[in-house]
């Protein structure tokens, strides 16, 4: 009887297929930030702005209407503007905020991957490179069947978190097997997160002494969002709030304001620059300023502040303001993010340990693919 022989070809394919059952399942957190135009430039800056100024979770105004003022009126007058503004933070390395974020995303996997072998970290931002597209692609490649979003954002606002939903899931749905999901909305109640932030502010007092002014300045946000139902407002208040009860703080020695408003439409109030020149004409001499809403320091935190503001603030008649930086890629931002990532990963089994629950059904399977792979290789 004659032997029919498989054809090579079919016969390695059929092996890939077979060995990609060999690897363990594995989990990811897929951390996610706002982004960062590829250089300080106004060719760069229009892409950029481009790309985030047309979600439709940034800007709520119809598209045919928000189409010409974004082309027509925003995109030539901004993006040179900001393009002066991205080179006065721009480092050798890069975007501060790419830089710190990648350091960030190393330090996390390093920690968690002491314990967790099985969990990786990618990074990936909402508007620019990488992108949330290149991280889900990564998923089948790399066999990983849970992933974990953790966008950025301590409070949830549909402008920043409520869009990283948007792209994570619209991404996903290009997949034919999509992995289970999780997505953190916020951490802003954390007593980690609270601890860590008191902790910036005490050390850095420590450190330069203690200003008339404590400012805590958020990003802002249309005052409309607010009135649709957005929760961003209320958690900003009450993160104020709780780190200055860990301060000690009394009244009047601490305000909330937002800054980084767009456009002529009313923002929250009270707006950060206005805020700071009344202190200024009203005696204050010296404030420090801290950005809880932001965990990287980034164009609105380095420059908004730390310069804008800063020379605002002097001209209108006071004498110092420091900026307190953000949590970047410290220690405690790192120990903070780990202990939030295994919180929500209870219950996957790559969050289980060295030991993970499945390492036996692992060895069996890799012991059954051995022996399909060897009869496909049989003549």
Same mark, same amino acid.
């Given at each position: 009887?004659?032997?029919?022989?498989?054809?090579?070809?079919?016969?390695?394919?059929?092996?890939?297929?077979?060995?990609?059952?060999?690897?363990?399942?594995?989990?990811? @957190?897929?951390?996610?930030?706002? #982004?960062?135009?590829?250089?300080?430039?106004?060719?760069?800056?229009?892409?950029?702005?481009?790309?985030?100024?047309?979600?439709?979770?940034?800007?709520?105004?119809?598209?045919?209407?928000?189409?010409?003022?974004?082309?027509?009126?925003?995109?030539?007058?901004?993006?040179?503007?900001?393009?002066?503004?991205?080179?006065?933070? &721009?480092?050798?390395? !890069?975007?501060?905020?790419?830089?710190?974020?990648?350091?960030?995303?190393?330090?996390?996997?390093?920690?968690?991957?002491?314990? =967790?072998?099985?969990?990786?970290?990618?990074?990936?931002?909402?508007?620019?490179?990488?992108?949330?597209?290149?991280?889900?692609?990564?998923?089948?490649?790399?066999? @990983?069947?849970?992933?974990?979003?953790?966008?950025?954002?301590?409070?949830?606002?549909?402008?920043?978190? #409520?869009?990283?939903?948007?792209?994570?899931?619209?991404?996903?749905?290009?997949?034919? &097997?999509?992995?289970?999901?999780?997505?953190?909305?916020?951490?802003?109640?954390?007593?980690? /997160?609270?601890?860590?932030?008191?902790?910036?502010?005490?050390?850095?007092?420590?450190?330069? !002494?203690?200003?008339?002014?404590?400012?805590?300045?958020?990003?802002?946000?249309?005052?409309?969002?607010?009135?649709?139902?957005?929760? +961003?407002?209320?958690?900003?208040?009450?993160?104020?709030?709780?780190?200055?009860?860990?301060?000690?703080?009394?009244?009047?020695? /601490?305000?909330?304001?937002?800054?980084?408003?767009?456009?002529?439409?009313?923002?929250?109030?009270? +707006?950060?620059?206005?805020?700071?020149?009344?202190?200024?004409?009203?005696?204050?001499?010296?404030?420090?300023? @801290?950005?809880? #809403?932001?965990?990287?320091?980034?164009?609105?935190?380095?420059?908004?502040?730390?310069?804008?503001?800063?020379?605002?603030?002097?001209?209108? !008649?006071?004498?110092?303001?420091?900026?307190?930086?953000? =949590?970047?890629?410290?220690?405690?931002?790192?120990?903070?993010?780990?202990?939030?990532?295994?919180?929500?990963?209870?219950?996957?089994?790559?969050?289980?340990?060295?030991?993970?629950? !499945?390492?036996?059904?692992?060895?069996?399977?890799?012991?059954?693919?051995?022996?399909?792979?060897?009869?496909?290789?049989?003549?």
């Amino acid at each position: 009887m004659a032997v029919t022989k498989t054809p090579l070809v079919k016969t390695r394919e059929a092996t890939r297929k077979v060995t990609a059952h060999r690897t363990a399942p594995r989990s990811a @957190i897929l951390m996610v930030n706002l #982004g960062t135009p590829e250089a300080p430039t106004a060719p760069a800056l229009r892409r950029y702005l481009r790309q985030f100024l047309s979600d439709p979770r940034v800007i709520e105004v119809p598209k045919p209407i928000w189409w010409f003022i974004l082309n027509g009126i925003i995109l030539p007058f901004r993006a040179p503007k900001s393009a002066k503004a991205y080179a006065s933070v &721009w480092t050798k390395e !890069g975007s501060p905020l790419l830089i710190q974020n990648r350091r960030l995303a190393d330090k996390l996997r390093k920690t968690l991957q002491a314990t =967790l072998p099985r969990v990786d970290v990618m990074l990936a931002m909402s508007y620019g490179q990488p992108s949330i597209d290149q991280a889900i692609d990564r998923l089948r490649a790399e066999n @990983i069947h849970r992933l974990m979003v953790l966008p950025l954002y301590p409070q949830y606002s549909a402008t920043t978190t #409520g869009s990283v939903f948007d792209a994570v899931t619209r991404s996903l749905q290009r997949l034919r &097997w999509i992995p289970e999901l999780r997505f953190i909305n916020d951490y802003c109640n954390e007593p980690d /997160w609270l601890d860590a932030i008191t902790s910036r502010i005490k050390r850095y007092r420590a450190k330069h !002494g203690t200003a008339e002014q404590l400012v805590f300045s958020f990003h802002g946000i249309p005052k409309r969002n607010l009135l649709a139902g957005d929760p +961003y407002y209320c958690q900003c208040q009450s993160s104020a709030r709780q780190i200055v009860e860990r301060l000690n703080l009394p009244e009047g020695q /601490w305000t909330i304001t937002f800054q980084s408003r767009l456009g002529k439409a009313e923002w929250l109030k009270p +707006y950060t620059d206005k805020t700071l020149q009344t202190m200024a004409k009203n005696g204050t001499k010296h404030v420090q300023v @801290i950005c809880p #809403g932001f965990s990287i320091d980034c164009l609105e935190t380095l420059e908004e502040i730390k310069e804008e503001n800063r020379e605002a603030f002097l001209a209108a !008649g006071g004498e110092r303001l420091d900026y307190i930086p953000c =949590l970047n890629d410290s220690e405690e931002h790192v120990r903070l993010l780990a202990a939030l990532c295994q919180k929500h990963g209870q219950g996957w089994p790559e969050f289980a340990g060295r030991k993970a629950a !499945g390492d036996q059904a692992l060895a069996d399977r890799v012991r059954r693919s051995d022996q399909a792979a060897e009869r496909l290789n049989l003549e």
